[in-house]
Nanobody
Framework: QVQLVESGGGLVQAGDSLRLSCVAS????????MGWFRQAPGKGREFVAS???????YYADSVKGRFTISRDNAKNTVVLQMNSLKPEDTAVYYC?????????????????WGQGTQATVSS
């Protein structure tokens, strides 16, 4: 069982930055692929970024070059650094964990989810 707790959301203006953090419980954090997803009002949950246990990363085209995902296995933490934010980045952001190593952009690949943190970008 893995419990995930996100933090770091807030209200910012377009062009600003936010840093989201996710802390995981348990001793097996390093064995999971960690992902960030987001869900805007009235829309489905969409993939943002993922990072494998060894550090390889994968990003949605919409955030590539603006967002950076990283992890610290010693601290059971995964971070999403979001720069050059746009109003369309407004959403609830969720941290998730999976043991899958393929199709990591798919919501249904993830077994464990955090409660989400709201990020709002004003124009």
């Amino acid at each position: 069982q893995v419990q995930l707790v996100e933090s770091g959301g807030g209200l910012v203006q377009a062009g600003d930055s936010l840093r989201l953090s996710c802390v995981a419980s348990g001793r097996t954090f390093s064995t999971y692929v960690m992902g960030w997803f987001r869900q805007a009002p009235g829309k489905g949950r969409e993939f943002v970024a993922s990072i494998a246990s060894g550090g390889s990363t994968y990003y949605a085209d919409s955030v590539k070059g603006r967002f950076t995902i990283s992890r610290d296995n010693a601290k059971n933490t995964v971070v999403l650094q979001m720069n050059s934010l746009k109003p369309e980045d407004t959403a609830v952001y969720y941290c998730a964990a999976t043991r899958a190593t393929v199709f990591v952009a798919r919501v249904d690949q993830y077994k464990y989810w955090g409660q989400g943190t709201q990020a709002t970008v004003s124009s």
